[in-house]
């Protein structure tokens, strides 16, 4: 099993069964190439718990913990020179999922202000669009407030 980056991060949301603040851990690694996502904890003063955890896309209010803790990530990318032009296309498409129709403006995005996200949501486009012929660049964003996120519901994104 081939493990990429990781990072977790305390998540703060109102109970939904009494309505005080309820703790949890948010964490997000890549696990073979593919993004896993976990949440669990409750709230202390009734009890209530939850866990949850995914593969794939990972819910906002998870991400939006990660990043008030850790800070964002802002990927920027572009063609090596050489790298034709359908391949180029082919890597976009493959690694974001767009229609053809919406490549042209991801490129011009991915080079202008680029894709922003966790150190793992960002890691794993990484990788595949270097596999692709680009040249990559991954910064760090704005830094965390440093203030707790409140965020939906573990169950909710």
């Known amino acids: 099993m081939d493990h990429g980056p990781g990072a977790i991060a305390p998540l703060f949301t109102t109970c939904t069964r009494c ?13 073979d190439g593919v993004l896993h996502w976990s949440v669990e904890g409750g709230c202390e003063a009734c009890g209530a ?3 949850g955890c995914g593969r794939g896309e990972v819910p ?15 990927l920027r990318a572009e063609p090596l020179p050489g790298t034709a032009a359908a391949r180029a296309f082919k890597t976009v498409r493959e690694v974001f999922g767009v229609p053809l129709a ?22 794993l486009p990484a990788a595949r669009l270097r596999e692709g ?18 965020a939906t519901s573990p169950g909710r994104s």
């Open 19 to 31: 309505g005080a603040e309820a703790g949890y851990h948010a964490g997000v690694c890549v696990i």
């Open 102 to 123: 919406e490549v042209r403006g991801r490129l011009r995005a991915l080079a202008a202000e680029g894709e922003r996200g966790t150190e793992p949501e960002t890691a």
């Open 49 to 51: 718990g939850e866990v």
């Open 133 to 150: 012929g680009f040249a990559v660049t991954l910064e760090a964003g704005e830094p965390p407030s440093g203030e707790k996120r409140f």
């Open 60 to 74: 906002g209010h998870v991400s939006a913990a990660l990043i008030a803790a850790h800070g964002e990530v802002v």
